[in-house]
């Protein structure tokens, strides 16, 4: 059974920092792109940074220089590095990866910014 379990959230005030988890069971992790997505009230959900298995990077123009990902193979763990937050990064925060024929989601944590 493949598990994403999100951790780290909370409430910060702008200019703050937060470092999200994701512990991933049930898959081989080494092998899997990972990706973090945010959803805030009453908008879509978006992409925000994703990690492939060699390491490379890729971010949302509205976190790029603020956020960065990482991965830790030896943990099953991916991370979400957030620094300079703003209001507008208010949202909940989802882990994610493709399995063979499935698409697999944590339960999300919620990262609230107050001005």
């Known amino acids: 059974q493949v598990q994403l379990v999100e951790s780290g959230g909370g409430l910060v005030q702008a200019g703050g920092s937060l470092r999200l988890s994701c512990a991933v069971s049930g898959i081989i992790f080494r092998i899997n792109d990972m990706g973090w997505y945010r959803q805030a009230p009453g908008k879509q959900r978006e992409l925000v940074a994703t990690?492939?298995?060699?390491?490379?990077?890729g971010y949302a123009d509205s976190v790029k220089g603020r956020f960065t990902i990482s991965r830790d193979n030896a943990k099953s763990t991916v991370y979400l590095h957030m620094n300079s937050l703003k209001p507008e990064d208010t949202a909940v925060y989802y882990c994610?990866?493709?399995?063979?024929?499935?698409?697999?989601w944590g339960q999300g944590t919620q990262v609230t910014v107050s001005s």
């Open positions: 994610h990866t493709n399995g063979l024929t499935a698409s697999f």
């Open positions: 990690i492939a298995t060699g390491g490379s990077t």
